[in-house]
């Protein structure tokens, strides 16, 4: 996609990707902290459904020591009547390149958050989503959860070779001290056969939780994200909860994708596109 930054890795750690995934990185010792999440990639602008600008979010992420942020607005779905157009994200993302020249020292990436069908299937073809940094997907609840139905859903997007995110309402199933409407195993399998990222939810409210699954995700090489899903820029602040919930429950460095600098993201995100 046009108007990148052209950014190197920085080389202060070793880092190398295998089929993948992070390795080399952090020692197998090395619990998560909130000084090692580098950036957010689930948030919200006024776009969509956020309640700020894009550059409220951009200068908030920047003033709380971030150094880089995802905007992952909502693609137009029925569930969203709000979302974005491929018109509107072309636009969104000169507003985007604009703010990077504006904050050389900042990264910012452009994602994108869809629907899944009713199969798990993508609303547009890879040539559409190939435009974006990274691809969101999340699972309008429909009436409600048929575990098997809902288990085949999630699978089948976890697969799927352009999504690179699993979101909501996974974020909040994984810890879920009882789940019940998802075969989780099932999932964690499959997004190990696909390389998918599964999205922790650092949302303080959260009670009660089990990280079991998460401690399975680690055990199986699924990378995870710490997500606060922003919405507003004062929420952006809530990764520090969830980092330090899942120190608590023994997350790596290595298992946790945004401890990644934005150079070594893009190396990333670059090789699940190739």
């Known amino acids: 996609m046009g108007g990148r930054l052209n950014l190197t890795v920085r080389k202060e750690r070793p880092v190398r990707f295998n089929q993948g995934m992070i390795v080399d990185q952090h020692t197998d010792n090395d619990l998560v902290r909130p000084c090692d999440i580098k950036g957010i990639l689930h948030a919200h602008s006024r776009w969509t459904d956020g309640a700020h600008s894009l ?8 003033e709380i020591g971030l150094e880089y942020l995802g905007i992952s607005d909502h693609f137009l779905s029925p569930a969203h009547q709000e979302g974005l157009d491929l018109d509107a994200a072309r636009i969104q993302l000169a507003e985007i390149q604009r703010l990077r020249e504006q904050y050389p ?7 994108i958050e869809f629907d899944a069908g009713p199969g798990g299937e993508l609303p547009q073809d890879d040539d559409v989503l190939r435009q974006f940094d990274y691809v969101i997907v999340s699972f309008p609840e429909n009436g409600g959860y048929d575990p098997e139905t809902f288990t085949r859903q999630v699978i089948k997007a976890a697969r799927h070779p352009r999504v690179t995110i699993l979101s909501h309402p996974l974020g909040d199933l994984m810890l879920r001290k009882q789940n019940g ?5 099932s999932v964690l399998q499959a997004a190990a056969e ?7 939810t650092a949302n303080p409210t959260c009670s009660e939780l089990d990280w079991s699954h998460c401690g399975r ?7 995870m994200t710490i997500s606060p899903n922003a919405h507003r820029a004062a929420r952006l602040v809530d990764y520090r909860h969830g980092a330090e919930r ?6 790596r460095c290595a298992s946790v ?3 990644l600098d934005s150079g070594e993201l893009r190396e990333y995100l670059a090789m699940g596109s190739a």
């Open 55 to 62: 550059a409220s979010m951009v200068e908030t992420a920047r």
């Open 105 to 111: 020292d900042f990264d910012i990436f452009q994602g």
């Open 181 to 185: 409407v998802l075969d989780m195993e």
């Open 194 to 200: 696909g390389k998918t990222v599964l999205e922790v």
């Open 217 to 223: 995700a680690q055990e199986l090489g699924v990378l």
């Open 246 to 251: 899942a120190r608590e429950a023994g997350l």
């Open 257 to 259: 994708l945004n401890t």
